[in-house]
């Protein structure tokens, strides 16, 4: 299992997020974007929708249906319908429910879930899993681990 860690600018979490998502999607890649915060996946959704006019990302969640068909999934729950392999994940670490997935991407913001999300890497690593660590600053992405 892959592990990335995404630590968004300060405001930037949706819009990272938004653009994580879209390079997944032209990847050819499926994928359960998760929140347990469900005004959250509103807000992703809407912003899905209407943040470019050149592109669009085509998702959905269980309340559309045709749950198996849709290219990135939203999730409130441990679910993966679509049969992806990538899960994007925020407002959580919790991710041990989420063993049928090759990768695992966690984005979050400078705050109190950053210095825990810099302890579980640490933890990840010690334990001789594949981690990856970004911080994002003006220039793009920075890897840090």
């Not at 499926?30 to 209407?50: A, H, M, Q």
């Not at 309340?63 to 993966?80: H, M, R, T, W």
Request: charged share 30%.
């Amino acid at each position: 299992m892959e592990i990335n860690f995404y630590h968004a600018a300060e405001g930037a979490l949706i819009s990272a997020a938004v653009k994580l998502l879209e390079k997944i999607y032209a990847a050819g890649q499926r994928c359960v974007f998760y929140s347990p915060l469900e005004e959250r996946l509103k807000i992703v959704d809407k912003t899905l929708w209407t943040f470019s006019t050149d592109a669009f990302i085509p998702h959905g969640d269980r309340s559309l249906g045709f749950c198996e068909k849709q290219p990135i999934y939203f999730a409130d729950c441990v679910e993966n319908p679509n049969g992806a392999e990538a899960l994007v994940i925020v407002d959580t670490l919790d991710y041990k429910n989420f063993k049928d997935f090759k990768k695992i991407i966690f984005i979050f913001e400078e705050n109190s879930q950053a210095e825990a999300a810099k302890a579980l890497c640490d933890d990840l690593k010690k334990n001789g899993e594949n981690v990856k660590y970004w911080k994002q600053n003006p220039k793009g992405w920075e890897k840090l681990a």
